[in-house]
Every structure is written in C-alpha cells, then in structure tokens.
C-alpha cells in the first residue's frame, strides 16, 4: 500500500534536463512512525539534525519521486530544501492530519506566557502548479547579474565538513550553488569561495535574496501575535524536527496499541505495525466497543 502523493516544487532533475516531481509517500503505517521517532532523537530546546540523517529519514518516506522508485538518501540529497521541507510536511499531514498545534512562549520579557498557534498545513504550503525554474537569475542594475540555483541538502551535507567562520561557509554554499557571473563581461562560473567575497556587494546582496525570496517553499516562519500582550512573535520551526518531537511523544502510545491489539486479535507486532494509523484506531475503537458491550457500529465510520 501506497502513502498519498504531493508535487513537488523542483523535484528531481535528470542528466537530460528530465523533470520528476510527482512524490509518493510510503505508507503511512505504524512501522514508518517508529522508525522516523527512532531516526530522529529529538531533546527539548534547540535542536539540529544533520543533513545525513534528515536525507536517510525522508528516504524512508518517500516511495517514488518521478521515475525514480524508492530513492535512496543520496537521491533525497538532492532535492532543495524547500522541496525536503515539503515531503516533510505531507508525511506530518499523513501521519498525524492537516492541524498543527504549536505553543509558543512570547518572546516579550514581562508578558512570557504560553500561547497557542493553531495551523492549517494546508495554508503553509507554496504553490507547486508551476514548476520552479531550474535556475534564477538576480540582477543588481549597472552592476551584472548572477546565474545561481537552490541550495539543496548535498550542499548542506558538503558544508558540513567546511571549517571555518560564517563567511567561509557562505562563500563555500554560494560557489556551489552559483552557475555563472556576469559582471559587464562575459558570464563565467565562481572559482572558488573567496571570489563570491570580491563581487559588487549590491551583487552578492541580490544573489542572497534570490536564493532567500525564490525557491518554493512551505511557509516555516510566521509572525504572532501574543493575545496576552499583544507583541508580535517570530515563530520558526523545522518541520523534520517538528515531526520527529510529535512522534516521540506519541511512541509509548504506539507500543501501548500495538500491545492492546496483538493481546486482543492474537496478531505480531509486524502485523500490527503494518496498519496505518487510522486502520489501528479504528480496530480500537471496535475493541473498546466489543469490551464494554457497545454497539459495534458505534466504533465504525467516526474516523
Ligand atoms: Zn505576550
């Protein structure tokens, strides 16, 4: 059995300029939902994934994408991140449905209180009709014009292993990502990092916001208001982080319901793992109507 499918923005492009955008998710069963809390050990406060485990972890999600059938996390290496963010996104809405409940502390000294953000995931996700162009091209007038395009998680994972300072790193990030310079020349490609540092400064500054502004992308920073206090919050998240904390705090339910219907039906827990989400509340729900004297019918057709 299949997860549901998404498009992609980018997608995955072929030696021949081949386009594979339509993704789709492995199933959405009791066994992906273990593996993705395992993969992803999330502790409270600020946390980081590495670019190697996030590309593992969506490989695991991903069934297909395009042409390609069950790609591996060199392949997930190279979608862009907006893309990555995305399957991350329709694996959460998969799993745990199209509502996200974040609580967030206002950031306003006095006030700190808790508040609730309630989103649809629906309403964060970029308009993938169209496919994003393979590359943009940022213009700073009289100055040139740079052929650059995403950054993807191989550039990521390459950055990964670059000492150095801040300005090191972005010098690493945007050789990588820039195709050609054009500065009232002819285009030619960045040598290496120190070149991205020698270009017109209102050069690098467009190339940046193109690279910032362009890609599509789910919305993954949002502003706030408090209802305490009335300050505007930033709220950002990481949607592979996200995914990985809920399904955390939902692992020891996961055992508790694999227990309960192993117990009950006499099926292992492979068979049990096997079934989406939906298909194992259901068969609950059913248990708990059978065990109490309900009505079977009451447990069924409720979602
Ligand atoms: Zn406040």
Do not use: K
Not at 71 to 92: E, I, M, N, W, Y
């Amino acid at each position: 059995m299949s997860g549901p499918g998404l498009t992609l923005g980018r997608g995955l492009i072929d030696t021949d300029g081949g386009r594979h955008r339509d993704a789709v998710l492995a199933a959405p069963d009791g066994r992906l939902e273990l593996a993705l809390a395992e993969a992803v050990r999330v502790t409270p406060g600020p946390v980081r994934v590495p670019p190697a485990v996030r590309h593992r972890v969506l490989a695991a999600c991903l069934e297909r994408v395009g042409d390609y059938e069950e790609p591996d996390a060199a392949l997930v290496a190279a979608l862009s991140r907006g893309d990555a963010d995305l399957v991350a996104l329709a694996v959460r809405e998969a799993l745990l449905g199209p509502t996200l409940a974040l609580v967030v502390r206002c950031a306003n000294p006095v006030c700190a209180e808790l508040c609730d953000v309630d989103l649809e995931l629906a309403d964060l996700l970029p308009d993938t009709r169209e496919p994003e162009p393979e590359w943009f091209v940022a213009e700073a007038e009289g100055v040139g014009r740079v052929v650059l395009r995403p950054v993807t998680g191989a550039d990521d994972e390459a950055l990964e292993g670059v000492p150095g300072s801040p300005a090191t790193r972005t010098g690493a990030l945007m050789a990588a990502v820039v195709r050609a310079v054009d500065v009232g020349g002819d285009a030619v490609p960045l040598p290496d990092p120190d070149a991205w540092w020698a270009l017109p400064a209102p050069l690098r500054t467009a190339a940046l916001v193109a690279l910032g502004r362009r890609p599509l992308a789910p919305t993954t920073a949002l502003q706030v208001g408090c209802p305490a206090c009335r300050a505007v919050n930033e709220v950002r998240f990481d949607p592979i982080v996200l995914l990985g904390r809920e399904l955390q705090a939902g692992a020891g339910r996961l055992l508790l319901e694999t227990h309960c219907l192993a117990f009950h039906y006499g099926w292992s827990e492979d068979a049990v793992l096997d079934l989406p989400r939906d298909r194992r509340w259901t068969y609950l729900a059913l248990l708990r109507a059978q065990l109490t004297g309900q009505p079977l019918e009451t447990a069924v057709g409720h979602g």
